[in-house]
């Protein structure tokens, strides 16, 4: 079975400043990683994935996350948040023929402070 | 990607009562999830609903608490019966399969608030 943590549950950070939402995960077998997020009062919208291939994914809104095997992470970036960023952020993980169950971390709330 | 929809969008109910949630998509495919997001948590999986045969649920979920109906492959229902306000939730409806690359995309959201 595999898990993820996410080891903040919340992050403040000012607008136009640095963002890193950490996560970890546990897997016995190769896994694909995902990062989705919740704006107040929505569904859950995919941010970016990690199948295979390149460890440095580039997704929507100008996020990124990398993949780092020996750490087993999965850590989500943005070098310049902005106040429309303010939003609930998930990481969840699968793996091949797990029929696409996908597991989810608790989440991080990011508020952006302008 | 899929669009999904879903119906209603929020709705508050009377305890002892049931309601049934719609999940539309605008494609074909071949799963579809249905999750509980209960205040201040983050998803738990309730089932998995395939067309042509019976949905699968997890561990703590049942098919007499939350029957699921799977009659095509761009529609499926959750119903939420005789409900008590532990079942306040955001219920979130989830399609994947063969055709979107291992990915989960997610509708919208039904909150419901049992009083």
């Known amino acids: 079975a595999q898990s993820v943590t996410q080891l903040d549950s919340q992050v403040p950070v000012f607008e136009e400043a640095p963002v890193e939402l950490r996560c970890n995960y546990s897997s016995s077998v190769s896994v694909y990683l995902f990062w989705y997020v919740q704006y107040p009062n929505q569904g859950l919208q995919l941010l970016l994935k990690y199948l295979s291939g390149s460890t440095l994914v580039k997704g929507i809104n100008g996020f990124e996350a990398e993949f780092n095997k020996s750490q087993t992470s999965f850590h989500l970036r943005k070098p310049s948040v902005h106040i429309s960023d303010t939003a609930e952020y998930f990481c969840?993980?699968?793996?091949?023929?797990?029929?696409?169950?996908?597991?989810f971390g608790i989440g991080t709330k990011l508020q952006v402070i302008p | 990607s899929a669009v999904i929809s879903q119906k209603p969008s929020r709705d508050i109910c009377q305890r002892g009562t049931s309601l049934t949630i719609q999940c539309q998509v605008d494609s074909q495919v071949t799963m579809m999830f249905w999750y509980r997001q209960q205040p201040g948590q983050s998803l738990t999986l309730i089932a998995t609903a395939n067309q042509g045969s019976e949905a699968t649920y997890e561990s703590g979920f049942v098919i007499d608490k939350f029957p699921i109906s799977r009659p095509n492959l761009t529609f499926s229902t959750l119903t939420v019966s005789n409900m008590s306000p532990e079942d306040s939730s955001i219920y979130l409806c989830?399609?994947?399969?063969?055709?979107?690359?291992?990915?989960?995309?997610f509708g919208p959201g039904t909150r419901l608030l049992v009083l």
């Open positions: 969840a993980v699968s793996y091949l023929g797990g029929y696409q169950k996908v597991t």
């Open positions: 989830s399609v994947g399969g063969q055709g979107l690359g291992e990915t989960q995309y």
